[in-house]
Structures are given as structure tokens and as C-alpha cells.
């Protein structure tokens, strides 16, 4: 995690820096910091907090090259010290990953007299740099860079060096050329309406910027051609519009999204390249689905459907866990993985090591120059717009309905067709969901609980854990997510008056059983209310329940993107209810670029 930001060339380089920082917080808020030259020597403030934190002292700067950081902390807690950029000597660093063997070598540095001033692992860079440098910027850069193990994206500045230097090891940074500037950045969305055009650096590559030029090479310094080309549309930044936060925003934004995620699947012609893949390896013998937090919720809903369709063993597994672990993955392998930005680094790696072992690789994203896509064979993308809030909503239902689709095809004919008259309606079903639930007194009970168990059987299971992950990350309620059945093997010792349990009934066939299990939770004193879909709920449950939303109907594989809109409603109005900033919940930030 962590936004970083370059530029050179520009009337005033704190203002441009400034506002690339507010694009980037997204990836964490801890603290922010920018750098600037001015008449060649490098001045940098830098604070504790979110972004807005630096406005007054990012005023009294100018310059016209320059970089900005804004954090999510790793190694050394957040404040003014360990904030970015780091200075020493003529340099200046800022940096997006983890230096693995940064301990090792501030030892070594220590003992050459340098002198540290924070607690993170970053300031090796800027240490060895200034190690290095002996007026020569290019060779020091390579000779900082080669010591560096772990992950790393980073811009530089150097003290007399009209520019800034950008480098690419295993966290993402692209650079941009606008009118007589250059700039570099985590994410394209810092540089819609700065640059014309753009180049995701690959792996291992450094990029020089400076005079109004860009030169790449490699970490030995071979030179790199540069290919520029103009930014996608899919970049474009969002605005709140009218709306008190991104999180509402985005929830209303679920039925556009799943529509162009539909679309796009067509146009990008999907279906035939799926049928070819399994054509070409005479079918695929398992199905693999990897994604962390919410796509990982996502991949669950899709390896119950996949294996109950296509009778192939299915099965989601979260990322982090996947890499390293040696699975039985193979050339028979499908494996899918499903990522919003496409950078998370758990699953960027479960893909290479899953493409290694000689699985079929499909990434399921929803930004597609992403790290992800560069490593799939095929790309499926999810269309659902630029998700700013913290809290994956719209991109979770693109997901489920880009994966339904692509257990339809490799079904094929009458599966997909079928899917895809189903999608039809699901629009105006998901339209009706967000402005027909009422979840007032759902959020009020949740706001006014100790803590709060999702339940459901069947695909409400998946549902059940991504209800409790948005009401925990937002709310800071605490509570689970269950199978309604393994309640009471253990978690129901914690059922009391204070808890409340919300059961998710969209499975006709399991409504029953789900019943017991709140009436297992009423036996024990505890509170319970019902999200459900016409007949999967017992009407007696339905009037003892403390509330009970109702959703509309759908085919099992797509009631995720219905059922889970009032859970996505109840999480916001709680943390609202709460005083809560649903957008930048207290510890997290968007894109999980570290292990
Ligand atoms: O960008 P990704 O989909 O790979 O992100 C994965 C998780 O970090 C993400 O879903 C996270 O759990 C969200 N905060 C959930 O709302």
C-alpha cells in the first residue's frame, strides 16, 4: 500500500503533488509527506494523519520537481518521523512495498555512520543512495537498487537533478508525459488531467525523468524502450457527486456495474476464449479460485456454483494461504483469480506460483493494465467504475456475476444463455433492492450490539461472511460470519441478550434449517433478524424476528449480488449511526500492496 508521486517540469510541484496525494489516499492514511526542489536543494514537510493534514505546509511550498507519499504503515507506527519522504544527504525517497532485509542493512549502515531518523525499513534507500553517490546518479541508483530484497516502488529525488527518478520491483508505479511535464505515480487516477499519456513500468525497471524526457533501464542499466500509450478510460477518478460518502455512492452504483460487467464480457468475447482454453487442455480437471477480504468472499460464492454446475471439484481459497502452500495445482487446473484492483499482492503471487505449477491462469479484475492481468493468460473484467471506498461493494456483485458467467461458458450453450436471461433482470432486482430495503432498525440494533453473527446455508454462506467483513471493517462491530449450521459447535457459548445474529434465507430448500439455527440463538436469549427472498423463510420466523428485510428472488449463483446489498446498507447506516468514516476505516487502506 502506500500513493506515491513524482513530477518534474511543472509551474508549481507541491500543488500538483498535493492533489495527486487526495487521488491516492486511498491506499493508506496514516501520515503524508511531499519533497521539492527549490534552486536546486530539496525542502520537505511532511505529518502525521490523513492528507488534509499538509495542506497549509504543502502551501508554503513551490518548486517545480518533486514526490509525495501518503502511508499505510508497516514497519515503524505512524507519525511525523516515519512518515515520507525520507531525506539524507543530496537524496530524497519515498517508497511503496516492504525492504525485506532493511535490518540487515541499517546494521551495516549504522556501523558505516550514517544516522537514522525513523523506524522504518524505507530509510535504507535513502541511505544507500547517499552511500552510493559520489556525484553520479544513475550508478547510484543501480548500486541502491541491487541491495534492496523484499518489494518496492519508489520515487527519487536528488539535490541539483532537475527531476526525479521512479523504480518498479514488485509494486506498482506508472509514468506519465503531459504538456512540457512527467510524473509518476501508484495508480492512473493520480494522473488523469495531468498526463496525455502513460506506461505501466514492468519489474526491475527504472525510469529517469527529467528535461522533459523519460529513459528506462533496467537494475544493471541497460537501456529500456518506453512505451507510451494514452490513458484508458477506466482510470478516470471518481467524484462523490452529491453523495455523503463513496461507500452510498458505490452501492448505487451496483446496478450499472453489473450490467457493463455483462457487457463486457461479451465484447471482450469471453465465452470463446474460455471454450478454447478448456478445449485446448482437453478440459479442465479442477477449479482453483483465489482472492483476499471481499474477492475472496466473492470466489467462495463461485466454487459452490462451479462445482454443483459443472460437477468438476471447485474450491476458494484465500490467497495468502494458496501461495504457500503446495497444492495438488496443475496443467488440469483452472484457476481464477479475482482481485478489484488487481494489485493485491497475496493474490497477484498465488497467480504466478499457480501459473508456474501450469494452471490455466484467468484473472477476474476490475482495472485492467493491473499487475494481475499481466500475468493471466485471459482477463475476464469486471466493469463497476473506480471503487474509492475503502469497503468493496459494487466491485463485489461485478465479481459474482463475471464469475457466473464463466462457469456458464464453460457449461455452455443452454447454461449460459440461461445465465444470461437471468442477468437480464437482475439490474432493475438490484435497483429494487437498494431503494426498497429498509435498514434503519437493522442498523440502529446492529450500532447497539456487542457483536453481531452473519448466518446462512449454501450460497448465503459466502453471503453471511462478506455481511460481517463490511459491518467490522466499517462499523467496528464486532461478529462473525457462519455456516447457520456450525453455530453451535463453539460460537454460540457467546450468545447473549447483547449479541444479535442475522440470518441470510435466499435458498428455498434450506430455509428450515437455517430456522433451527435462530431458534437455537432465541433458546440462548439472543436477538435475531432476517434478510430473505420470497418462501426461503418460515413466516413464524419472519414475525418474531427483530427486523426483516426482504429481498427480490434470483437464481442461486446470482443472489449474492441482491442478498447482499441490504448487508452493504445495514454495514454503512451503522458506522454512519456511529460516527464512523465509512470510507477510511481506522487501520486499512484500498490496495493491500505488502504480505
Ligand atoms: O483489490 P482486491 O480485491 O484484491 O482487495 C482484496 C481485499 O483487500 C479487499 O476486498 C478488502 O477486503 C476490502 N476492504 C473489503 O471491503
Redesign the pocket.
Known amino acids: 500500500m502506500c500513493g506515491i508521486i513524482g513530477c518534474t517540469g511543472v509551474k508549481c510541484a507541491s500543488e500538483i503533488l498535493y492533489k495527486g496525494l487526495e487521488d491516492l489516499e486511498y491506499r493508506g492514511y496514516d501520515s503524508a509527506g511531499i519533497a521539492v526542489l527549490e534552486g536546486g536543494k530539496i525542502i520537505s514537510v511532511k505529518k502525521q494523519g490523513r492528507v488534509c493534514a499538509l495542506k497549509r505546509a504543502a502551501e508554503q511550498l513551490g518548486g517545480t520537481s518533486g514526490i509525495g507519499h501518503t502511508r499505510w504503515a508497516t514497519h515503524g507506527r505512524p507519525s511525523d518521523e516515519n512518515a515520507h519522504p525520507h531525506t539524507y544527504g543530496a537524496f530524497s525517497v519515498v517508497h511503496n512495498g516492504i525492504i525485506e532485509n532493511y535490518a540487515k542493512l541499517k546494521e551495516e549502515l549504522i556501523e558505516e555512520g550514517h544516522e537514522f531518523s525513523s523506524h522504518t525499513d524505507s530509510e535504507v534507500v535513502v541511505h544507500l543512495l547517499a552511500k552510493y553517490y559520489s556525484g553520479d546518479l544513475k550508478e547510484a541508483v543501480l548500486s541502491a537498487v541491487r541491495q534492496l530484497k523484499g518489494s518496492f516502488a519508489l520515487c527519487i529525488l536528488c539535490a541539483g537533478y532537475e527531476g526525479f527518478v521512479a523504480v518498479k520491483y514488485r509494486n506498482p508505479i506508472i509514468v506519465g508525459v503531459g504538456e512540457g511535464a512527467l510524473f509518476a505515480a501508484s495508480d492512473m487516477p493520480a494522473l488523469c488531467g495531468l498526463a496525455e499519456s502513460v506506461a505501466v513500468l514492468k519489474d526491475g525497471q527504472i525510469a529517469f525523468a527529467s528535461e522533459g524526457k523519460i529513459s528506462l533501464c533496467d537494475f544493471y542499466g541497460r537501456p529500456a524502450a518506453l512505451t507510451l500509450s494514452p490513458i484508458p478510460p477506466a482510470a478516470r477518478g471518481a467524484r462523490l457527486g452529491g453523495f455523503p460518502h463513496y461507500m452510498i455512492k458505490e452501492i448505487n452504483e451496483i446496478p450499472a456495474a453489473v450490467k457493463n460487467t455483462v457487457q463486457a464480457f461479451a465484447e471482450e468475447k469471453c465465452f470463446s476464449a474460455l471454450s478454447r482454453a478448456a478445449k485446448k487442455r482437453g478440459g479442465f480437471g479442477d477449479i482453483v479460485l483465489c482472492?483476499?477480504?471481499?474477492?475472496?468472499h466473492s470466489a467462495l460464492a463461485a466454487a459452490y456454483h462451479a462445482e454443483e454446475l459443472l460437477k468438476i471439484p471447485s474450491r476458494a481459497e484465500t490467497a495468502g494461504e494458496f501461495r504457500y502452500r503446495n497444492s495438488a495445482t496443475g496443467p488440469k487446473t483452472l484457476f481464477i483469480a479475482?482481485?478489484?484492483?488487481?494489485?493485491?499482492v497475496d493474490?497477484v503471487e498465488a497467480a504466478r506460483a499457480a501459473k508456474e505449477a501450469g494452471a490455466y491462469v484467468v484473472a477476474v479484475t476490475n482495472v485492467p493494465y493491473s499487475a494481475l492481468t499481466g500475468i493471466a493468460y485471459m482477463s475476464v473484467p469486471v466493469r463497476a467504475g473506480t471503487e474509492v471506498c475503502?469497503?468493496?461493494?459494487k466491485?463485489y456483485c461485478g465479481q459474482i456475476a463475471a464469475l457466473a458467467l464463466i462457469i456458464a461458458s464453460l457449461k455452455g450453450g443452454s447454461a449460459y444463455s440461461r445465465t444470461l436471461s437471468a442477468l437480464k433482470g437482475i439490474e432493475a432486482g438490484c435497483a429494487a433492492a437498494i431503494s426498497d430495503c429498509a435498514v434503519e432498525s437493522a442498523a440502529r440494533a446492529c450500532a447497539s450490539s456487542a457483536g453481531v453473527y452473519f448466518i446462512g446455508r449454501g450460497i448465503d454462506y459466502p453471503v453471511a461472511l462478506e455481511g460481517s467483513?463490511?459491518l467490522k471493517?466499517v462499523s467496528y462491530v464486532p461478529g462473525e460470519g457462519y455456516p447457520a449450521g456450525e453455530l453451535k459447535h463453539g460460537t454460540i457459548a457467546l450468545i447473549d441478550g447483547g449479541t444479535l445474529t442475522i440470518a441470510i434465507m435466499t435458498e428455498r430448500t434450506l430455509g428450515e434449517k437455517t430456522a433451527s439455527a435462530v431458534e437455537q440463538i432465541y433458546s440462548r436469549g439472543g436477538r435475531a433478524g432476517v434478510v430473505y427472498a420470497e418462501g426461503c423463510a418460515p413466516p413464524e420466523l419472519l414475525e418474531r424476528a427483530e427486523f426483516a428485510v426482504k429481498v427480490p428472488s434470483f437464481a442461486s449463483c446470482l443472489s449474492p449480488i441482491i442478498s447482499v446489498i441490504p448487508l452493504q446498507l445495514i454495514a454503512y447506516r451503522t458506522a454512519v449511526i456511529l460516527g464512523r468514516d465509512p470510507d477510511k476505516p481506522r487501520n486499512?487502506a484500498?490496495?493491500?500492496t505488502v504480505e
Open positions: 482472492g483476499c477480504g471481499t474477492a475472496y479475482v482481485s478489484q484492483s488487481g494489485e493485491t493474490t475503502v469497503a468493496a461493494t466491485s467483513l463490511k471493517e486499512l484500498k490496495s493491500v
